[in-house]
């Protein structure tokens, strides 16, 4: 009877989760990113909803110059803030780094494309197909 019992619950909890998942439309965004011409070789994308838009903030990895939000990271339709950091420089085992001295990774975009950032708005379409957008920051 105890078997039987936590069988339905394993059931009406996946039906439930499944049914969770498949009532938001994600769209996938993938590009590249530039920094004076250059890919940016090590960065995150972040993706931050505006007010009234119900959406997680979404990130992802720059990796080689290329980003890409896929399969759960894709973004449901609305209207986002777009911020962009990128790092160079290895990073130190936090072991390795002595009091007062850099972990070794350093961000060296201007602000002006993560805090502040000015960035134009990604806007997301429910319906649509994958949405491809390339920054190039200069």
């Given at each position: 009877?105890?078997?039987?019992?936590?069988?339905?619950?394993?059931?009406?909890?996946?039906?439930?989760?499944?049914?969770?998942?498949?009532?938001?439309?994600?769209?996938?965004?993938?590009?590249?990113?530039?920094?004076?011409?250059?890919?940016?070789?090590?960065?995150?994308?972040?993706?931050?909803?505006?007010?009234g838009?119900?959406?997680?903030?979404?990130?992802?990895?720059?990796?080689?110059?290329?980003?890409?939000f896929?399969?759960?990271?894709a973004?449901?339709?609305?209207?986002?803030?777009?911020?962009?950091?990128?790092?160079?420089?290895?990073?130190?085992?936090?072991?390795?780094?002595?009091?007062?001295?850099?972990?070794?990774?350093?961000?060296?975009?201007?602000?002006?494309?993560?805090?502040?950032?000015?960035?134009?708005?990604?806007?997301?379409?429910?319906?649509?197909?994958?949405?491809?957008?390339?920054?190039?920051?200069?």
């Amino acid at each position: 009877m105890r078997n039987k019992l936590s069988l339905i619950f394993a059931v009406i909890l996946l039906v439930g989760c499944s049914q969770g998942e498949s009532s938001v439309e994600l769209i996938p965004v993938s590009g590249t990113v530039t920094y004076q011409g250059k890919p940016v070789r090590d960065g995150v994308i972040r993706l931050a909803p505006d007010k009234g838009v119900q959406a997680p903030v979404k990130t992802t990895n720059i990796i080689n110059g290329e980003y890409s939000f896929t399969d759960r990271s894709a973004v449901a339709a609305g209207t986002y803030q777009v911020e962009i950091t990128a790092f160079r420089g290895e990073e130190k085992a936090p072991l390795d780094v002595k009091p007062g001295e850099s972990s070794g990774r350093e961000q060296f975009l201007p602000a002006e494309y993560n805090k502040k950032t000015t960035i134009e708005k990604l806007m997301v379409k429910s319906g649509g197909d994958e949405i491809k957008k390339d920054y190039s920051l200069k």
